[in-house]
């Protein structure tokens, strides 16, 4: 454990210990957010390209691979396999206009807040990105602060948020 403890303060975190006899022990490793690394899947939504952590993902479809129904109170949804699950899309919770509305590509993603299905124009591929801060000239637009976890720095150099999968599903 000493040699974890090093690496961990050899990168400005923090590693804790709390035991419990008869119930446990937990272990809580933190690092800075600038050293966290995620496999994300690159989607373009409009003219920008955004970022959903592959961990999060469960399938792709295309869109037209399940029929899409609207209950009375306007909210989409898909059956997959027996299973209902609500769409979300992205185009309309970030306020952008959608290239292809019928067109697009549905992604079922999964946290521990539950299932839905979500709408992108289409996937541009994955890469290992590393997740930065979001910049605080960007945190004063509600869209960016409620439905982001942090941006990363693209291969070409642009800048590409990150979706928080938790505040999708939840809103």
Do not use: W
């Not at 454990?1 to 008869?22: A, F, P, Q, Y």
């Not at 690394?37 to 993902?57: A, W």
């Amino acid at each position: 454990m000493d040699v974890v403890h090093t690496n961990i303060r050899k990168l400005r975190g923090s590693i804790n210990i709390d035991s419990e006899e008869g119930k446990g022990t937990m272990i809580i490793i933190r690092i800075p957010l600038t050293l966290a690394i995620v496999d994300g899947m690159k989607v373009q939504i409009g003219d920008e390209i955004y970022i959903i952590p592959s961990l999060n993902i469960k399938e792709v479809f295309r869109q037209g691979s399940y029929e899409i129904v609207q209950n009375p109170n306007g909210e989409e949804h898909s059956i997959i396999r027996g299973n209902c699950y609500e769409i979300k899309r992205l185009s309309n919770l970030l306020g952008i206009e959608s290239e292809k509305s019928d067109e697009g590509i549905m992604i079922l993603v999964e946290s521990e807040m539950g299932n839905v299905c979500i709408i992108v124009d289409r996937i541009i591929g994955q890469q290992h990105v590393v997740i930065k801060p979001i910049p605080t000239l960007l945190t004063q637009f509600e869209n960016v602060q409620s439905h982001m976890s942090g941006c990363s720095i693209l291969e070409d150099g642009s800048i590409s948020l990150i979706f928080d999968v938790n505040a999708i599903i939840s809103r």
